[in-house]
T-cell receptor, first 111, second 116 residues
Framework: GESVGLHLPTLSVQEGDNSIINCAYSNSASDYFIWYKQESGKGPQFIID?????DKRQGQRVTVLLNKTVKHLSLQIAATQPGDSAVYFCAENNAGNMLTFGGGTRLMVKP | EAGVTQSPTHLIKTRGQQATLRCSPI?????VYWYQQALGLGLQFLLW???????NRGNFPPRFSGRQFPNYSSELNVNALELEDSALYLC???????????????FGQGTRLTVV
């Protein structure tokens, strides 16, 4: 769905701490989910994806958890670094091969 | 390997004019997607092309159109520009239909369209 950027949810964490970014999705029939990272002035960067037949997937320093019962997705970033500061979007794949994006969460990492 | 490339980076047009935005997908990718990211808003799905055909379009008026060429590159055309069309237009490509094997969607850096 949409959100107003000025009111973008913000998560502020200390460098080295773990970050958890949450996302509620809307369509129980969605079969595929992706997390993207977007830095200012750049296009979204693929981080990690998960299919609906899984509930957890791990990458390098990142883990995505999927809870289909409550239609909830989370992104965990281990040992958060200043370079992780960005806006993070979750996206769900709907019928018609169309990604629907959440409103985004701004992650700020304090050194 | 080159990623998704878009041109131009910035485009300034006057209300009522037409804009043409271009996208080159990652080599081997056949699907191209267009998204609009207006200031302060999330990404809104515009169009999906695959194998030269328009496969799906989002909730946008007909003055938003495009095409995909035999080499899988794509154009987005916006006619009769309105001030509200000012946004970052993002192109993404994938190897095939999303959720398949190795079919992640990767984005370009976008074209910043400003309508004055």
């Amino acid at each position: 769905g949409e959100s107003v950027g000025l009111h973008l949810p913000t998560l502020s964490v200390q460098e080295g701490d773990n970050s958890i970014i949450n996302c509620a999705y809307s369509n129980s029939a969605s079969d595929y989910f992706i997390w993207y990272k977007q830095e200012s002035g750049k296009g979204p960067q693929f981080i990690i994806d998960i299919r609906s037949n899984m509930d957890k997937r791990q990458g390098q320093r990142v883990t995505v958890l999927l809870n289909k019962t409550v239609k909830h997705l989370s992104l965990q970033i281990a040992a958060t670094q200043p370079g992780d500061s960005a806006v993070y979007f979750c996206a769900e794949n709907n019928a018609g091969n169309m990604l629907t994006f959440g409103g985004g969460t701004r992650l700020m990492v304090k050194p | 390997e080159a990623g998704v490339t878009q041109s131009p980076t910035h485009l300034i047009k006057t209300r009522g004019q037409q804009a043409t935005l271009r996208c080159s997908p990652i080599s081997g990718h056949t699907s191209v997607y267009w998204y609009q990211q207006a200031l302060g808003l999330g990404l809104q799905f515009l169009l999906w092309y695959d194998e030269g055909e328009e496969r799906n379009r989002g909730n946008f008026p007909p003055r938003f159109s495009g095409r995909q060429f035999p080499n899988y590159s794509s154009e987005l055309n916006v006619n009769a520009l309105e001030l509200e069309d000012s946004a970052l237009y993002l192109c993404a490509s994938s190897l095939g239909r999303l959720a398949g094997l190795n079919t992640e969607a990767f984005f370009g850096q976008g074209t910043r369209l400003t309508v004055v």
